[in-house]
């Protein structure tokens, strides 16, 4: 089962809209979604800070950064999980 991460913080209300986008969907899909928190770490602060909330699999470089919607979304984990 492969991981997606969703990079945010709290209190970001944009993470929130991004989260229930995404919780419909990946609940249909073979992976396992978690949050990380990028105040947890300085340079995560510094890759995302400005950008988030944004999707990214593990061992993937691509990212999808907000804005996006549920076909964007849906588009992307798709891509990387083979599902369709």
């Known amino acids: 089962m492969k991981t997606v991460y969703l990079y945010s ?6 993470c929130d809209l991004a989260w229930d986008i995404l919780a419909p969907l990946v609940s249909h899909l073979p992976l396992c979604m978690e949050e990380v928190d990028i105040a947890e770490s300085d340079e995560l602060i510094e890759q995302y800070g400005v950008r988030i909330p944004v999707l990214k699999f593990a061992n993937e470089e691509a990212e ?4 996006f919607d549920t076909v964007q979304a849906s588009s992307f984990l798709q891509k990387y999980t083979g599902a369709n």
Do not use: E
Request: hydrophobic share 30%; aromatic share 10%; with cysteine.
């Open 64 to 67: 999808l950064g907000w804005p």
């Open 9 to 14: 913080t709290p209190g970001c209300h944009l």
